[in-house]
Every structure is written in C-alpha cells, then in structure tokens.
C-alpha cells in the first residue's frame, strides 16, 4: 500500500503545472451552453493545445499516436487539468475516450492511419451510434440493419441518445449485419463502423432533455450507404469490439469528476458557512458525510488505478462498482447542494442547479444502476443469471 | 504510487486468515456464544504469541515492529471471524501495560460514547486509567460483548481516539465483507420458485450493494491506514460503521426466516456491527470532525 508518487510521476505533475499555469490564460472564453458550433470550435482549440504541447491521447499507445502514458501519469493528468480549472474533453469525449481506443486496439494498420490522428489533433469529432429506441439498456436487441451492397453497407435504422451528434464528423455506430433468430444469439450478428454523419440519409433531430439541453440527438439512417471498409473488427463481432470500448468508458472516464466534486463541496461549505446554514448540524453533518465519501472515492480511483497498471492500462469490472456508489454519491452532493442554496434551488441560472438536473442521468447513463448490479452481483460475486 | 498490497502483507493477511480459521472457526464461535461471552484466556495468550497485540512494538522492546496498514489487515481479519474481546484496547495498551503485548494482560477502554465499559469482568487493565472501576453488569445487546454501567465513563481514551477508530473500522470492514460472503453463498444454496434465490434481480441488486458498500469502507480504510491522517480515520470509520451495520441487515435479510434465527450467525454479525458502532468514534462525532476538516481545507 503506496500513495506516494515516484520521482518520475513528480516531475510530470510539475511540468504539467507550469504548461497548465501558462496555457489557461491563453485560451478564450467559453462560449454559451447553447452555442454549439462555439463550443466544438472551443474544444477543438484545446484539443490542439494539448497536441501541440504532447498531452493529446497521453494514455493511448504509442503506436497509435499516443504517449504510452501510465495510468498513474493519466490519473495525474486528469487530476491536474480539472484542478486547474482546464476545460472538458466536451465534444471529443468519443473520439478520445470511446472511438479511438476502440480503433487503437481493434482497427487496421489504415484505419488507425485514418482516423487517429484526426482526433489527437481535435480536427474531428466523433459520436456513438449505439442505443436505440427499443435498445437502450438491452443494448444487443438492436435492430439498424445493414445490409451488403457491393463495397457498401445499406443501412436503415434509428439511433438515439447520440451525445455531440449536431456538430459531430464521425459516428461509432452498432449495426445488425446477420437479423436476430432462433439459431444465432441476440449479441452475434452486430458489426461496428464508422459512419461519415455528412453521408445522405443521415437526418439528426436534437432531443431537449431535462435539464433544458439539447446534449443529445435522435438519429435516423434511411438507406445510408457505408463502405465495407469503414468496418472495424470482423463482421457480425462488433458486440466483444464494443465490449472493448465500454470498458475503457468505465475505466478511468470519472477521475476529473470526482476531483470536481470535492471543490464543489469546498464551496458548498464556505456557502453555507457565508448564509448561515453551517449552524444547521443536520446540513453540517451531511456535508462531513460527504466529504468522507468523496474522500473514499478519490481513493477508490487511485485503487482502480493500481489495479489497472497490473492488466496493461485495461479497466477491469472494478469500474461497475465506483460507477455505483459515484453516481449516488454524486446526486446527493447536489442534493445537499439545494439544501445549501435553500429557495435559490430554484433559479435555474444558477451553475448548481444544472448540475443538479444532469446528475440525474448518472443512474441511467453508461449502464444503469441496475444493469450495474447485474454486473457485480453475476460477476464478482458468482450469483447466477436469472431474471 | 502502487495502492496495491505488497506480497508480504497479502502473505500476513493470509496467515492470520488461517490461524483463526484453525483456532476460532465457527464451532468456537457458537461455544463462547454458548459460555455467556467469557473470554477464552488461553486464547488471548496465542493470540498475543502470534503477534497480534505486540504487532506494532519495536523489535528491540520484543514487538514485531510492523506498522498501520499490517495492523488493520490483521484486524480485518479478526473482524471478519467475529474474534471476540477487548482486542482493540489490548492491542493500543501493548507496550505500556504490562503482559498487553503477550497476551497474558486483557485490557479493555472507556471507549463507548456512553458509561458503559465491554469486558470489564475479564479485564486486568483499563487503558489510561489507574485501577479498574466498579460497575454494575447490565445484560447486553451482543452476546460476546458483556457490559458493565460505571459511574463516570472519563475521558481516558483521548489520546487513543484516532488508532482506536481506525482499528475499529478494520474490525468493521472485515465483518462487512464476511457478510457478503455469507449472503451469497446462501443466495447460491437456497432455491425457491425452482431456482436459486440470487437467480432473482432483487437478491442479486442487495448483494451487489454490499460488496460496494464493503470495497469502499475498505479502500478508505487502508488509504487511513497509510496516511494516518484523522479526516481519513473519520471518514473510514463512518464508513466502515455503515457498511458493517447495513451488510449485516441485507444478510438478514437475504437469509429470510433462517436470518431471525439465534442459530444463523448473522445475528452476531450485527449486534457486534452495533457495538463496534459506538466505539471510540460514532457516526455523528465522525461527521462532525469531517465536516470541521472539510471547513479548514476549503478556506
């Protein structure tokens, strides 16, 4: 048990200060919530800052474009940015953390060629293709068909739940290449492309959640045609490709999070200590429960850290269990947060209240809380399937 | 940074797992039930000759010279196997009351926020106090926690609080963690509607809560463990608390009819959950002391 960082991990940590300390003043404001091809072009900027100075894909391998980093040096990296109040991965969260792992360890020596470097830089913007209306949580019940055609796919279908889809170039997108039946398992039959979303037939319809946003879109395909060679892994394998892909989403996709929500809770404490709702010890204790449980995630993360390093950088199933106790703890921060605000809970311009409203999908997005603990109880624990 | 155990502390967890295993496995579990909750001295002697008290002591003053983090692996395991006695007290008494570190002295603490003393009958020692107090038995909640009510509870254990939380909390992980076994192994055994009862979604999401709650009352515990820092022992210990309390619960309840029993052990999970609760830092004083460290760090 060793939570000391060696020299080398320092000396990263520092020099990432300096270029942190340098670059944020350099960068411009940030664009308004709405303004979508604003805050692409925002994320784009950062993005190439990060390239530029060797931070971009600092965890994907170097064969890929990456730095090989370690999942310590990556853990410091997105311990270190959110400290210094760096802006999100935003719109590249796909591209870098989904699509282009999934590319790295899955794709062909001129798909990687392709499509990579695009993303490293933030020239290209990727969303997911994967849920459907009748496939969200069942997510190998998927029916967007794709059918051959010569050197094309032909695909009908509909998406939806497709974060960035308005402003983004590329789509990881889940298709059914061999149809659903007696003989072939529901998970078989699934291929992973890449589609171009400027292809004809591709129509995007924001959907408003809410919080007021429109984060997602719903994505209809009306005979979109899709090059056989935008197919990555074999075809009807596309499931364990994505399996590839989901763990990576619940690896190490929280660490900045959970350093958000400890300065969250600072200021909720100097808030509630300036309105006088400190004196209150039933608020006061809830926010010393809190800060012992967010405490206990940040450790929980450098755990999973640990673990990971032992398995060559690849998130185990660790990661279902923070994702639970996170996304609960998480919506009671901004629980409390309200309790803390009092009636000012009500002003939606508050940043707060927000956040708020989108903790709400931290139970269903990624995996719900209930197919989370499918997970642990099936396959940590050994109890068996059932229903 | 390697937050991992090292070879050598998986190696002592293991060893001690065995010992107890081998000296107090559920046949002695259920005899101490059965003597009313006296302690078994020569027992204590072993326990001492293994190491258990002395754990932390200088090689040079005869102790093992191991540090927080080995110490709560053992106590993990103490507290995964119910192991009764004040071992907490005797543990932090190494040292300084003689016969603590051997294992021939049992020494218990005014460690309950309340004027209640567990063990007093069988104690030679109280920590930080010069002779033992008179009290009156009162019956107790746990059956291997006998109680005594003294006149005035002190404040002798002030300077043990921290270590004596922390302890603690490796006692309460380790009956957390038990417990979850205990759950699953019957949820695998126990079929009802024709087949096993962790078959069913609302078996299995109880089950799979436990092992959260557990995993993250223990990766706070050693993280306190290595840092010895008392915003992390508060936050280990109130989270160790809970997990031993409502895992025991869940257990209970996964166990149906057969939990309500004397006979199932999980009853002895909880009541000792409860106990451990009230020792040298409740829940509120933990809250308390996190949110006055929260106050201070966000200034």
């Known amino acids: 048990m060793d939570l000391t960082y060696t020299e080398e991990e320092q000396d990263f940590r520092a020099r990432l200060r300096v270029w942190l300390g340098k670059t944020l003043p350099e960068l411009p404001a940030k664009p308004s919530p709405d303004d979508w091809p604003g805050r692409r072009a925002y994320d784009a900027g950062w993005q190439r800052r990060l390239y530029d100075a060797g931070y971009a894909g600092l965890h994907w391998p170097v064969d890929a474009g990456g730095r090989g980093a370690t999942p310590t040096q990556h853990l410091i990296f997105l311990e270190e940015t959110e400290r210094a109040g760096a802006p999100y991965v935003g719109a590249n969260f796909v591209g870098l953390l989904h699509a282009g792992p999934t590319i790295a360890a899955e794709g062909t020596a001129a798909q990687r060629a392709r499509w990579l470097p695009p993303v490293l830089r933030g020239d290209e913007v990727w969303c997911q293709g994967f849920s459907e209306p009748g496939a969200g949580s069942d997510l190998a019940s998927l029916r967007t068909r794709a059918v051959r055609d010569g050197d094309d796919y032909v695909i009908t279908g509909s998406k939806i739940w497709t974060s960035h889809a308005e402003v983004a170039d590329w789509c990881e997108l889940l298709v059914r290449t061999d149809p659903i039946s007696e003989a072939v398992p529901k998970h078989r039959g699934i291929s992973w492309l890449a589609m171009p979303m400027d292809a004809p037939g591709v129509t995007v319809r924001p959907l408003r959640t809410l919080a007021g946003s429109t984060e997602f879109a719903e994505m209809f395909l009306d005979e979109v045609r899709v090059p056989v060679a935008n197919r990555v892994g074999a075809e009807n394998d596309g499931w364990r490709v994505t399996m590839v892909t989901l763990s990576f989403e619940r690896g190490t996709a929280f660490v900045g999070e959970v350093v958000a929500c400890r300065r969250t809770l600072g200021e909720l404490a100097r808030t509630a200590k300036a309105n006088g709702r400190w004196d209150d010890p039933v608020l006061r204790r809830r926010l010393g429960r809190l800060y012992g449980e967010f405490g206990a995630l940040w450790r929980l993360t450098q755990w999973n850290v640990s673990e990971s390093e032992r398995t060559g950088g690849v998130p185990g199933i660790g990661g279902s269990v923070f994702k639970l106790a996170y996304s609960h703890a998480r919506q009671e921060l901004y629980d409390t947060a309200a309790e803390v605000l009092g009636a000012d809970s009500l002003v939606l311009d508050e940043e707060w209240v927000l956040d708020r409203l989108s903790s709400l999908s931290y139970t269903i997005a990624a995996g719900t809380s209930q197919i989370q603990q499918n997970i642990v109880a099936e396959r940590i624990l050994g109890l068996p399937k059932g229903r | ?299």
Not at chain 2, 55 to 69: I, Q, T
Not at chain 2, 127 to 152: I, Q
């Open chain 2, 1 to 299: 940074m390697d937050f991992r155990l090292t070879e050598e502390q998986q190696d002592l967890r293991a060893g001690v797992r065995d010992l107890l295993a081998g000296r107090y496995g559920r046949e002695a579990l259920r005899a101490s039930v059965d003597s009313g909750g006296a302690l078994d001295r020569g027992l204590w002697r072993e326990l001492g000759g293994a190491g258990f008290f002395a754990l932390r002591l200088p090689e040079p003053d005869g102790g093992v010279g191991l540090g927080l983090p080995e110490a709560v692996l053992v106590f993990e395991e103490a507290g995964r196997a119910l192991l009764p006695g004040p071992l907490v007290a005797t543990h932090l008494a190494a040292g300084t009351v003689p016969g603590a570190a051997e294992g021939t002295a049992v020494v218990t603490a005014l460690d309950l926020d309340g004027p209640l003393v567990a063990h007093l009958a069988d104690a030679d020692a109280v920590l930080g106090v010069p002779s033992l107090p008179s009290g009156e038995p009162v019956r107790s909640a746990d059956p291997l926690t006998p109680l005594h009510r003294v006149a005035a509870p002190g404040s002798a254990v002030a300077a043990y609080r921290d270590e004596g939380a922390l302890l603690t909390a490796a006692l309460q992980t380790g009956s957390a963690l038990r417990t979850v076994e205990l759950a699953v192994r019957y949820a695998q055994e126990r079929e009802q509607f024709g087949q096993p009862i962790g078959a069913f979604q609302a078996v299995k999401h109880l089950c799979a809560q436990m092992l959260v709650r557990a995993e993250v009352a223990r990766t706070a515990l050693y993280a306190a463990a290595v840092t010895a820092d008392p915003a992390e022992v508060a936050g280990a210990k109130l989270l160790a608390d809970e997990a031993a309390v409502r895992n025991a619960r869940d257990c209970l309840q996964v166990h149906g009819g057969m939990g309500f029993t004397w006979e199932a052990d999980v009853h002895l999970h909880l009541k000792r959950a409860w106990v451990r609760a009230r020792q040298w830092r409740t829940a509120g004083e933990a809250e308390e002391a996190l949110a006055a460290e929260l106050l201070t760090a966000a200034r």
